[in-house]
């Protein structure tokens, strides 16, 4: 495989001030109550965890597991959950974390099953909203940066497992 340099799109810094500006969001736009934050591993578990961190409401939150990409780069399509949401959602105020929403397969399938059981509310919060390849329409409730395409790691965000630890989001050339 052809070595691949990495560029920094998104800065540690620029990445924590958009955080606090979701977080923001959230805690008006849900100004009495509980909220469920439900994380799409293995990407979201570092956005979850800042974004959690900073919302000003009380929170519970679980993790799904859900792959929908091969170990390449291209997606596959195909919805598979190994770990479901454990909390019950019924009747309560639900957003959804992913770190990166692509075709838009994963959310909008998984969107749907947790419909069937029954939130309050169900939002979407993803911190980038990558619209080059969108196959599916996701209404994106709350969303950091919107890019059309590249390739991008960090900040839970792999390539075959590798960068999900670096602090900035870059860009794989
Ligand atoms: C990535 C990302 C999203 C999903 C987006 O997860 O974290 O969940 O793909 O792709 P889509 O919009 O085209 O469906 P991935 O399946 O690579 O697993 P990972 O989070 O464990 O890296």
Do not use: W
């Not at 900073?54 to 780069?73: E, K, L, M, N, Q």
């Not at 399938?109 to 059981?117: G, P």
């Amino acid at each position: 495989m052809t070595e691949m340099q990495q560029k920094i799109l998104f800065s540690e810094e620029a990445i924590h001030q958009k955080v606090q500006e979701i977080a923001a969001a959230i805690s008006q736009r849900y100004p009495e109550g509980e909220i469920v934050l439900v994380g799409i591993l293995k990407g979201a578990f570092v956005f979850t965890a800042d974004l959690a961190r900073a919302i000003d409401r009380p929170c519970r939150i679980d993790f799904v597991r859900i792959s929908s990409y091969g170990s390449g780069t291209e997606s596959s399509g195909k919805l598979n959950i190994t770990l479901d949401v454990t909390l019950d959602i019924a009747d309560k105020h639900v957003i959804l974390v992913d770190d990166i929403v692509d075709t838009g397969l994963t959310i909008a399938d998984y969107k749907k099953v947790l419909e069937q059981r029954g939130p309050k509310t169900l939002e979407i919060c993803a911190l980038i909203d990558k619209t080059g390849r969108r196959e599916k329409a996701v209404d994106i409730d709350y969303s950091g940066f919107q890019i059309e395409d590249g390739f991008v790691v960090g900040y839970g965000l792999d390539c075959d497992e590798q960068y999900r630890n670096l602090r900035c989001v870059s860009v794989l050339e």
